[in-house]
């Protein structure tokens, strides 16, 4: 009964701050309804008992991409984008688009008989996902940190070009 | 009722679409950038919801998300590093408006 | 119920009451303040100067690079966190991949600072 | 319904943080910044309103309630009005993992969770996005420039902040605030695996000064320069609610790093001999000051109230270790202590360097901070894996 209402509260707060993400004609007020979604998707990953991975998500989401989208959008379109045509031509395909996608994915999930095999809830630890990354996927561990590397370099490289 | 693995795809299926939904139709690019990150948003709770409910003794689902966030950030960096580069040649971050290949 | 959910259920309950709570003192003062809309109340502050233009425009391209270097800090970061926790458990061969990785990025560290991306200038 | 008793207690444990902050830390914050900046000025500070302006601030805040709110007229008025909420319940949340100290086998805490200074971090990463957000709604070039400036500052510091927070959780071996005190039992964290403790405990504090963006790292709000930066444009109670998140993380900050160096609630451990002599020489320096009349200076009366506060504790300290009484104090009393301690250490930091420029502080935090932090933790955790 609470977790259907905590997972009901849950799913409002990250689907309508969604929606106004993709609709808003105000490109501030779209990048900071992010910030309800992305906690949203923290609230889902509590109730899946993935702690560790709420916190990273709180701390990367909303903590700094979300903060390098303002930036981009202060330091090019500044506010002069709320007087701005957001949206292209393609708004009904689009939308047409989505809503078939998500018929058919939605569809797929619903006849699929999936075997769920927890019945009770398991106790992750972040000790748990350190062991998985510093032994099972060690050569994840290390390529994500050659991925940092090389979009480090090639961020600066871009964003300084012409100076 | 209780709260199955039903849901929690049914919940990441509608974000994944309003994210599609978004990269279709923005003409601003950090825009399309936001619709990516939902939908990346998306997949994330696929892959968590995945492993508590199907593999429940494993960590490898909540890995494999800490995986995508960290190359969500990557691709936010470059991608809006781009953004950045476009907009100081053209003056413009609208992508319809960007039509040239070189210059 | 589990901890995990006991805990986090604080936490959803002290953002909504905290919200509220600070909102409260915004509606006391909307109960007990004056109003007077006088145009000359609601300018733009900028000293006494008449403001031009539009605040909306644009500023340096440096503050994109360290909010871009942030954000490469701040995910490795998130690694060294578990890290952090299990090391001991799994002895000298989590400390050294844990140098490899810190290693990489050092370079990357070593890069910007080369490339003068961590000047302000 | 055991969750409904959970949202009822956790309503309950709302309005008393909520309160505490408001008193403690926003109110009495102010007054003892103001207080202390006046003694360091060799002035009075606030005189007038109760004893030794004790209410001054209770004055001030009843002040505010009265006061016109001003929405100027170009702003976004929804995101000018979300955004020093979202910075005060941001200050707000940083405390569900503050433990305030252990009566019997109840810790004083409101939640010990898991990943306790891992979520400390992600909270007070939150407040950037309402800083940039109040910047940027005021449509004011100072407050975006402001705004901006605090959220370049307050990013650059966040990895060395982490950093500093990841030393402790490593030599602790866990994140949970709890924990990481009780790990403390035999040595505080600042004295452990020297001076690894103390670089650790120097740059984490650095970066807290920094984060919390006072002096010297006030840049964005240089009231000389930006008119007060992100919040140019708040009046009243909006603005009041700034500062309120404000001193919330500052306060928070400071606690955080009495919980991860200074040993949080548990109480020092030195021989009776020890607090002995501090007392005596306590005194002795009070009788000194007060014989030779130098106590009549203004400057000095402070300094000669905290040595006695210091005193008596080493006195009490004495006695209660001689009577061989264990704990001798209650420990919120050392939790307190050892917190407003490292206020004061802020406070007084405030006046005694200048701010720094702009691209000093971004070197230091990226060229200096961030460099020494990673090799203060490699080199800990290699000592940590040679050992074992």
Not at chain 2, 60 to 88: D, N, P, S, W
Not at chain 4, 217 to 231: N, T
Not at chain 4, 243 to 258: H, K, P, T
Request: proline share 4%; charged share 10%.
């Amino acid at each position: 009964m609470g977790e259907l209402a905590a997972f009901i509260i849950l799913s409002c707060v990250t689907l309508i701050p969604a929606v106004v993400v993709v609709t808003s004609g105000n490109i501030v007020r779209s990048a900071l309804s992010l910030v309800p979604t992305f906690l949203g998707v923290t609230g889902l990953y509590i109730l899946l008992h993935a702690e560790f991975v709420a916190g990273i998500q709180i701390l990367i989401y909303a903590g700094a991409i979300t903060v390098l989208l303002l930036f981009v959008i202060m330091l090019t379109a500044g506010g002069t984008g709320t007087r701005i045509r957001q949206v292209n031509e393609q708004v009904p395909l689009g939308a047409m688009a989505a809503v078939w996608l998500g018929f058919l994915i939605l569809l797929v999930i619903f006849r699929t008989p999936w075997q769920s095999a927890a019945t009770a809830a398991p106790q992750y630890n972040i000790a748990s996902v350190g062991t998985a990354f510093l032994t099972d996927y060690v050569l994840i561990f290390e390529v994500t940190s050659l991925v940092l590397l090389v979009s480090l370099i090639g961020a600066i490289i871009i964003a300084r070009r012409e100076e | 009722m209780h709260v199955g693995l039903t849901h929690y795809l049914a919940v990441s299926t509608m974000l994944f679409c309003i994210g599609l939904y978004g990269v279709l139709t923005r003409r601003n690019a950090v825009a399309i950038l936001m619709g990516i990150e939902l939908m990346l948003n998306a997949s994330n709770i696929n892959l968590v919801a995945f492993n508590r409910y199907v593999a429940p003794g494993a960590v490898g689902g909540q890995t494999f998300a800490l995986v995508i966030i960290t190359l969500a950030a990557c691709e936010a960096a470059v991608g809006l590093a781009l953004v950045m580069a476009a907009y100081r040649s053209l003056e413009t971050i609208h992508v319809d408006e960007i039509n040239v290949m070189k210059w | 119920m589990p901890k995990v959910i006991v805990d986090w259920l604080y936490v959803a309950v002290f953002a909504f009451v905290g919200t509220i709570m600070a909102a409260l003192p915004l509606g006391i003062v909307w109960l007990l303040a004056p109003r007077a809309d006088l145009p000359q109340k609601t300018l733009t502050y900028e000293s006494g100067v008449i403001p031009f233009g539009q605040a909306w425009a644009q500023f340096n391209v440096r503050y994109y690079l360290f909010a871009l270097i942030f954000v490469v800090f701040d995910v490795e970061v998130i690694y060294l966190y578990p890290w952090a926790v299990v090391f001991r458990q799994l002895g000298a061969f989590a400390f050294f991949e844990m140098v490899i990785f810190l290693s990489i990025l050092l370079v990357g560290l070593a890069y910007a600072w080369r490339k003068g991306a961590l000047e302000w200038a | 319904m055991a969750w409904l008793t959970e949202i009822l207690k956790a309503v309950l444990l709302t309005l008393v943080l909520f309160t505490y902050l408001a008193v403690v830390t926003a109110m009495f914050g102010v007054y003892l910044e103001r207080k202390i900046s006046g003694w360091i000025q060799a002035r009075l500070g606030p005189k007038h309103v109760g004893p030794q302006g004790l209410l001054q601030t209770i004055a001030d805040t009843v002040k505010l309630l009265q006061k016109e709110h001003i929405t100027p007229r170009q702003a976004d008025v929804l995101i000018f009005n979300a955004a020093p909420i979202m910075v005060a319940v941001a200050g707000l949340l940083d405390w569900v993992v503050i433990p305030f100290g252990r009566l019997g086998d109840r810790v004083l805490v409101v939640r010990d969770i898991n990943i306790g200074v891992l979520y400390f971090s992600a909270m007070a990463s939150l407040t950037v996005i309402g800083i940039l957000a109040g910047g940027w709604a005021s449509n004011n070039k100072y407050a975006l420039l402001g705004g901006l400036r605090a959220a370049s500052q307050m990013v650059s510091y966040e990895i060395p902040l982490a950093l500093g927070i990841l030393w402790v959780a490593m030599v602790a071996g866990t994140l949970s605030t709890v924990g990481i005190v009780e790990a403390q039992r035999g040595l505080w964290f600042i004295f452990s695996v020297p001076p690894f403790g103390v670089l650790a405990a120097v740059t984490f504090l650095t970066a807290a000064t920094a984060e919390v963006n006072r002096v010297p790292f006030d840049l964005p709000e240089a009231e000389s320069e930006l008119v007060a930066g992100y919040f140019a444009e708040y009046t009243g109670m909006r603005f009041a609610l700034f500062q309120l998140g404000e001193y919330a993380e500052a306060f928070a900050m400071a606690a955080l790093a009495a919980i991860m160096f200074l040993g949080g609630w548990l109480e020092p451990n030195l021989p009776a001999w020890l607090w002995l002599t501090l007392g005596i020489a306590g005194v002795f320096v009070v009788v000194l000051l007060v014989v030779s009349g130098a106590a009549r200076e203004l400057i000095l009366q402070p300094i000669l109230i905290l040595l006695a506060l210091s005193t008596a504790l080493c006195v009490i300290m004495f006695f209660g270790v001689q009577a061989g009484r264990s704990p001798v104090l209650p420990s919120p009393v050392w939790f307190f202590t050892k917190m407003f301690a490292l206020v004061f250490f802020l406070i007084w930091m405030r006046w005694t360097y200048p701010r720094l420029r702009l691209d000093q502080l971004l070197n230091l935090s990226w060229k200096v901070l961030l460099p020494a932090g990673l090799l203060n933790l490699l080199i800990t955790g290699f000592l940590i894996t040679v050992a074992r």
